[in-house]
């Protein structure tokens, strides 16, 4: 197989380290160069998980080759696949850039600040025919896809209910980690963290897009699409550095499903009941455990009998996006319908719609 060249756009999302490691470690890709993207973001001292020190990072460890203009690289190095991790406001020009010189984009969750945005991505994809996919970490996670089999196959019934709740300290927050690199964030300042893009909403930061996102991504999973209306609040309760909201609830409603979503950035999932869980007709069906203390998906029946939630043949193409591309370039298999850059504008439009109703204090129509 060709080696498919690729570069990185963007090292506002720590998210880069570990995309950069997967891409290190597929042998059919090549990362060729890399390039930050200048946002208007105040610089603060690379402090580990900060945009300088994530590039700094990459370099060290990944790619030598660094452009100071991305659009220069673009030109000069002409990918087939660029990685955009830049903050969120920053990905319609840098898609559009992209598109009209033919490469195609694997965007950094969730597509964009508002279903508007989105739509200006896919308009230059259209125009120009190019691919893009967006990269959602919890989509390569194997018992994430048995809790799906599970489902599927009905164990316990219908799916009828969603309850998904995440939580951290901030992305920069105390003892914050992200995958790719082993050590905890650096103590910051809270003068420090006001600067990042993360806490400030003109940029896309806040806990919506950072955690509501997720929990948007496993209705259209779990319950499928048709999502109507959704109902949400949220509020600035403990970083008043900032013009975000870091806690949020809101309710998606379909017309026989429901799914309740909650995030917060006061306190880590380490320590609250994380995970999806899905309210069937005849049980549930749930993830243990939480994302980093050992997941596992259990099932249970309306009187409490455990209901075997059967393993499954997890594949290569679901390690990562780039074991995803590189299959997709290989075999002809189309992307995963959820990593679609379709798919993702109904995920999109539930986003937009618990961020409209946040801020109307109505229940909002999805998609309207």
């Known amino acids: 197989m060709r080696t498919i060249k690729t570069v990185i756009i963007g090292f506002a999302h720590m998210h880069v380290n570990e995309v950069a490691l997967y891409i290190s470690e597929q042998p059919d890709m090549e990362l060729a160069a890399i390039a930050g993207v200048e946002s208007g973001a105040e610089p603060i001292p690379p402090l580990r998980y900060t945009p300088q020190w994530n590039l700094a990072n990459v370099k060290e460890k990944y790619c030598q080759v660094v452009y100071e203009d991305y659009i220069q690289m673009l030109e000069e190095v002409r990918p087939e696949l660029a990685f955009i991790l830049t903050e969120n406001s920053e990905k319609p020009r840098v898609v559009e850039e992209c598109a009209r010189r033919g490469v195609n984009v694997s965007i950094e969750k969730p597509i964009a600040v508002s279903l508007e945005e989105a739509e200006k991505i896919k308009a230059s994809v259209d125009k120009y025919g190019t691919l893009a996919v967006v990269n959602w970490p919890v989509a390569w996670r194997e018992y994430i896809h048995r809790m799906k089999a599970a489902l599927d196959a009905q164990i316990v019934g219908t799916p009828l209910e969603l309850r998904y709740i995440n939580g951290h300290t901030g992305p920069l927050g105390k003892g914050a980690k992200h995958r ?35 929990g948007c991504f496993f209705s259209r999973w779990f319950l499928g699409g048709e999502a109507k209306t959704v109902l949400s609040a949220g509020a600035n309760l403990n970083t008043p550095y900032g013009d975000t909201e870091d806690n949020f609830a809101a309710i998606i409603k379909y017309d026989k499903k429901l799914a309740v979503i909650e995030g917060t950035w006061t306190t880590p999932r380490a320590v609250i009941p994380s995970g999806p869980m899905v309210i069937c007709s005849k049980g549930v069906v749930l993830c243990t455990g939480g994302a980093e203390n050992a997941p ?73």
């Not at 790719?180 to 806490?199: F, K």
């Not at 995963?336 to 999109?348: A, F, K, S």
């Open 296 to 368: 596992d998906v259990k099932a249970f029946d309306l009187y409490g009998n455990e209901v075997e939630a059967r393993g499954i043949r997890f594949e290569e193409k679901f390690k990562n996006m780039p074991c995803q591309y590189a299959n997709h370039v290989k075999t002809g298999e189309p992307i995963y319908d959820m990593l679609t850059l379709d798919v993702n504008m109904e995920v999109m439009a539930m986003l937009d719609g618990a961020i409209k109703s946040n801020r109307s204090g109505k229940e909002e129509v999805i998609g309207g």
């Open 180 to 214: 790719g690199v082993t050590a905890q964030a650096e103590e910051m300042t809270d003068a420090q963290r006001a600067r990042t893009w993360w806490h400030q909403s003109r940029f896309g930061g806040g806990v919506y897009l950072d955690i509501c996102c997720y």
